[in-house]
């Protein structure tokens, strides 16, 4: 089952360092000058570095649907390491980055502008029903994409399946709101290559 990290560095900054600078005021009005540095020598960056990685914080992609029982055992079985990389990633706050695969998708030549940029919206597995390769895992990410034509990412097909690759087969299925998914196949290395 896929959980996401609802942990945020951020938040857990702005938390410590709000009470340790609290303290610090507190202790300046008490006149206790050891606690009164404490709370502010090491409140005051604690606190300043919450609010920076709030700033360039971005949060976990949701589950669109549950995990079954059945496609977490299959996953255990034909997993790729990309898979699995991806799943983590995309699953835990991160930070430095506009949004989540903004490097992949520039590499692919998706996102010409931040505006233009496929915006990852939520992620699922499922036990795959495309002709390319069904009956196998698959890792499925689902882009908002309204700036990008639904032709646009199926001419890309064949270059997500090179990038994701080896043993991975990408498939794309347009949704309403111009909402796309991209399924990432794990297949055998000759049904890949074929």
């Known amino acids: 089952m896929i959980k996401p990290n609802k942990i945020s560095l951020a938040s857990v900054g702005l ?4 009470i340790l600078f609290a303290v610090g005021f507190w202790a300046y009005s008490k006149g ?3 606690l009164n540095l404490v709370g502010f020598f090491y409140g005051f960056p604690i606190l ?6 709030k700033s360039s914080e971005v949060a976990p992609s949701p589950l669109v649907v549950e995990t079954s029982e059945e496609v977490a055992n299959l996953r255990k079985l034909q997993e790729t390491s990309t898979q699995k990389q991806l799943r983590k990633d995309v699953t835990r706050y991160r930070y430095g980055i506009k949004a989540h695969l903004d490097e992949v998708l520039e590499k692919l030549g998706m ?3 931040d505006e233009e940029r496929p915006l990852l919206i939520g992620l699922y597995e499922e ?3 495309a002709e390319e390769a069904s009956g196998f895992y698959g890792l499925v990410l689902r882009f908002h994409s309204p700036l990008m034509s639904f032709e646009a990412w199926q ?4 270059k997500l399946t090179r990038f994701f690759g080896p043993g991975i087969v990408a498939a794309v299925t347009k949704l309403e709101n111009n ?7 794990a297949v055998p290395p000759l049904l890949a290559n074929s």
């Not at 300043?48 to 990685?53: E, H, P, T």
Request: negative net charge; charged residues 15%.
């Open 155 to 158: 001419e890309k097909q064949d």
């Open 15 to 18: 938390y410590i360092g709000g």
């Open 48 to 53: 300043l570095g919450g609010f920076a990685f």
């Open 111 to 113: 996102s010409p502008t």
């Open 32 to 34: 206790n000058s050891t």
């Open 179 to 185: 909402d796309v998914d991209l399924h990432l196949i």
């Open 127 to 129: 036990i795959s029903h």
